[in-house]
């Protein structure tokens, strides 16, 4: 679920901070910059790990700033395909169950992806699970808040570094502003034995 990845980025440390210690400044702005960021085809950033190389600072003119190219690692969350997760139901819709893990949400498990049969409660807004038994067919709701246990299937990476707008983008109205998306997603399936509420699968 959590990986490190080694990053190479150059630090600027104001004048004001040179009473410090170098790396306690350096990994102060890594975790500015990157802290609960999304890295394009990296993944959601948590934390530095550590900083495993310094190169030469310098001072450039008009900036009395020092400039460091830093070799760092950083803990990532990017789970691997097919990697089991555990989460709590954030909500349902029509497009899925949502699903957060408290630190990231962006989590849908699709209707093809649910335990089948399934259907969509419109009154409820839960999807339910219609469990067949010898004693006829038993529904089992997927509550918001109840603990889920899912696979990872896929994974999404949008680029949402800023763009200057088209010109149909110009004359569009304020209320046609498109949906934002999100920087990073990840698609879910419980479509397995085993898979889904934890209470499901819990003997009593």
């Not at 009473?19 to 085809?41: F, G, M, P, T, W």
């Not at 409820?124 to 918001?144: F, I, K, N, P, S």
Request: net charge negative; glycine share 6%.
């Amino acid at each position: 679920m959590f990986v490190l990845v080694e990053m190479v980025d150059t630090v600027r440390i104001p004048p004001w901070q040179f009473e410090r210690k170098l790396n306690d400044s350096i990994a102060e702005e890594l975790n500015k910059k990157l802290a609960n960021k999304v890295v394009y085809n990296v993944g959601l950033c948590i934390c530095l790990f550590d900083i495993t190389k310094l190169e030469d600072a310098y001072v450039f003119p008009g900036d009395g700033a020092s400039h460091t190219k830093v070799h760092f690692r950083y803990v990532v969350f990017h789970p691997f395909l097919d990697e089991i997760l555990i989460g709590k139901i954030k909500g349902c819709s029509p497009e899925g169950v949502h699903v957060s893990l408290g630190f990231f949400e962006d989590i849908l498990i699709p209707p093809e992806s649910l335990q089948q049969p399934a259907k969509f409660d419109e009154t409820e807004q839960v999807w339910v699970w219609e469990y067949e038994t010898e004693e006829g067919a038993h529904d089992l709701y997927m509550d918001t808040g109840e603990e889920i246990r899912f696979r990872v299937v896929d994974e999404s990476f949008v680029d949402t570094s800023p763009t200057g707008p088209s010109s149909a983008e110009a004359t569009s109205s304020s209320e046609e502003l498109p949906k934002k998306e999100a920087p990073y997603t990840l698609v879910g399936s419980i479509s397995e034995p085993g898979l889904g509420l934890l209470s499901w699968w819990t003997s009593n």
